[in-house]
């Protein structure tokens, strides 16, 4: 019998421990090959460049994949070779040479390599225009466009080969490595490690809690407005404080609650619970690595998939705040205005729910206590607080017309304001330029100077919305004054810069595109704003490939972290035979050793999971308190308890695929031997 035979034997042989690995394997090679296939598909090189730049998303995510996969196989590559050291040990006592021994596993990790990558690839190959369709849906967010068709380029067949046949080859080298790193005792002593009392240590215990609260007051403070750049040292701070503290925590204050329980004798003398007691005390410490990652990777993938779920699906409600006009027009002379309502009047296919006629003025104005730190549409604007400041005014009625022809909501940010339906004079409504109430959460009630025909004049602010009420692009500080106010004090309109807006409401904005075609050649670009058309596909183009990747990625880190549970507890398992060939030797029988089994893997697999779920309700809530100001108030927690539901549904599977794994290594064989 040839290497190559003994390595096809040995992988029959260990099928059940192979299968989770060849599997994962497979799905990330299949995942990879995707991503590969989809950033090479020729439909999708449109979306390359532009804002949504998914090219970029997409090589990011690869090498994202390529990476995770290359820590998973090595981690359950080492696992495997750390429980067959005796085998090692025994195949050298029958004399074979390491030389030998070592191209026996080099060859088993290769072949099972080469499964996984031609496997992913075929599995790949077939759902590669399913799932591109998806993203294409995802992509165009309800509005219409053509199906994909179908490319199988080289491009990824060569690049998935190429980048995990090494990643395959390098753990097989690692495999040789420790053939010949070691020692025959210490192969054969090899199960037998790990296995000294516990410690624990007090200052350590409270200094990960300390750690993880700080950590989650970090997160809590985070603010939106601050901008990412400003937000990147306490995220990476807070991050760090977190990934330190949970090791910190299964280190030292897991093993001391495990401790309690040993000491309560009413609760540790019952058979099941003293076994997987025992068990996990003894062992916690070597798992705490393996449940610090599960934990972090938990909460991440939770967390991820729950706010691309969240956003996603109410992108489109919040879609009137970017563009509450379907086209918006500026600065029109009389004829060009002329031509956009005659070729408007002669399109069959719109449908014309309202035209908005609307004059903005300019002037200057102080308010104590009030800032303007916006980067808007026109210029980026940033003030000092309480110095002055250029803001725009507007007479109530336009207002008024302009909440109803664009049937604005009321959502997160633009309450108050948006539904008074009086003003008398020496009033206003104060519209707030920045996207946060930093500013102007306590200004009703104060007075605004306002430069205005006959000097300064005074204004009381009744009420402050941040209703951006022709678009978020336009992020301009306005004044709503009384129709009387508008027109006694700013008579004199040549003194003032005035934009002229006509803005365009459609029924159905989504399906006109050839419509703005038209109206594109008729208005210069500098004299139109982006359409309700354009916003839409920059928006769900980028947050479509967002959350198909977050759900793919969120997948695989479900897979990996199980599997990593589910090949430790195998090998555990290995280790517990002799154990659990005296206990049922003496007397207990198999429901009393299932009912062991099952508490000692439910400790293993609950603990790093109710952390994650305590970092993931931390994370899910900063992220709430992040998401754009102006946007519709999102159902996030509704989203993340169906992840996590799902999430927990499959973690169960892995939990029940590990009980019957570990029952059948430690009675099976032992009613054998």
């Excluded at 390595?7 to 497979?26: C, G």
């Excluded at 699906?313 to 600065?331: D, H, K, Q, R, V």
């Excluded at 602010?461 to 027109?487: C, M, P, Q, W």
């Excluded at 002229?500 to 500098?526: M, Q, R, W």
Aim: proline share 1%; aromatic share 14%; glycine share 6%.
């Amino acid at each position: 019998m040839n290497f190559f035979s003994m390595a096809v034997k040995n992988i029959q042989r260990k099928l059940d421990t192979y299968l989770t690995y060849f599997l994962s394997a497979a799905f990330a090679v299949t995942i990879f090959f995707i991503f590969c296939s989809i950033y090479y598909n020729p439909e999708f090189a449109d979306f390359h460049t532009g804002v949504s730049k998914i090219g970029i998303i997409f090589k990011i995510s690869s090498v994202v994949v390529l990476l995770f996969s290359g820590v998973f196989v090595y981690y359950a590559n080492s696992l495997f070779i750390k429980s067959r050291k005796k085998e090692i040990a025994i195949y050298s006592l029958l004399g074979m040479r390491k030389k030998e021994i070592g191209q026996l596993l080099f060859l088993e990790t290769l072949l099972v390599g080469v499964g996984s990558i031609i496997s992913g690839i075929l599995l790949g190959s077939l759902f590669t225009r399913f799932f591109s369709m998806i993203l294409k849906k995802l992509m165009l967010g309800g509005a219409p466009g053509n199906d994909i068709a179908f490319h199988l380029t080289w491009q990824p067949v060569v690049v998935s080969i190429v980048v995990f046949l090494i990643l395959f080859i390098l753990n097989a080298l690692y495999s040789l490595k420790t053939v010949f790193g070691s020692k025959l005792i210490d192969l054969l002593s090899a199960e037998k490690e790990g296995e000294t009392a516990p410690k624990f240590s007090v200052v350590l215990s409270v200094l990960s809690i300390l750690m993880i609260f700080v950590s989650y007051l970090v997160f809590l403070n985070f603010n939106g407005d601050d901008g990412a750049m400003k937000l990147i040292g306490p995220a990476i701070f807070a991050c760090v404080l977190l990934a330190t503290g949970t090791y910190l925590l299964f280190q030292n204050i897991v093993i001391w609650l495990l401790s309690k329980c040993k000491k309560n004798i009413r609760f540790y003398y019952k058979t099941g619970n003293f076994i997987s007691t025992s068990q996990n005390v003894y062992r916690i410490k070597a798992n705490s690595n393996i449940f610090c990652v599960i934990a972090l990777l938990s909460a991440f993938t939770v967390t991820v998939m729950s706010a691309a779920i969240s956003f996603y699906l109410t992108l489109g409600n919040s879609m009137p705040i970017y563009a509450p006009y379907s086209y918006l027009c500026e600065n029109l002379n009389e004829v060009a205005t002329k031509q956009v309502l005659q070729t408007v009047s002669e399109d069959d296919t719109v449908k014309l729910h309202a035209v908005t006629d609307l004059n903005v003025l300019s002037t200057s104005a102080s308010l104590e206590g009030y800032k303007v730190d916006t980067n808007n549409a026109y210029e980026k604007t940033t003030t000092q607080v309480g110095e002055d400041l250029t803001i725009d005014i507007i007479k109530f009625s336009d207002y008024k017309k302009v909440v109803e022809d664009t049937e604005a909501i009321e959502s997160k940010g633009n309450k108050g304001a948006l539904f008074v339906s009086e003003l008398t004079k020496g009033e206003c409504l104060f519209l707030d330029g920045n996207y946060g109430h930093d500013y102007s959460e306590h200004i009703t009630g104060n007075n605004i100077q306002v430069k205005t025909d006959g000097g300064i004049t005074a204004f009381k602010i009744v009420d402050v919305s941040l209703f951006k009420y022709i678009g978020a692009a336009h992020a301009r500080t306005t004044l709503v004054l009384e129709d009387s106010d508008y027109e006694r004090y700013f008579a004199l309109k040549d003194s003032y810069k005035i934009c002229h807006y006509i803005g365009l409401k459609f029924d159905n904005p989504l399906e006109v595109s050839t419509l703005f075609d038209k109206l594109n050649t008729i208005v210069a670009t500098k004299n139109h704003d982006k359409s309700y058309l354009e916003y839409h596909q920059i928006l769900f183009n980028m947050y479509g490939a967002y959350i198909f990747i977050g759900m793919f990625l969120g997948i695989l880190f479900l897979m990996a972290a199980g599997s990593i549970i589910f090949y430790k507890q195998l090998m555990e398992a290995r280790d517990d035979m002799g154990r659990y060939e005296i206990l049922r030797k003496i007397g207990m029988t198999e429901k009393e050793m299932l009912k062991s089994v099952r508490r000692q893997i439910a400790i293993v697999f609950l603990l790093p999971f109710m952390v994650a779920m305590m970092h993931t309700v931390v994370i899910l809530k900063t992220y709430q308190n992040m998401v754009y100001t102006l946007t519709t108030d999102s159902p996030i927690l509704v989203y993340a308890l169906l992840v996590v539901a799902i999430y927990f549904i499959i973690y169960g599977l892995f939990y029940l695929f590990s009980v019957k794994g570990y029952m059948k290594t430690v009675w099976n064989k032992s009613t054998v031997s």
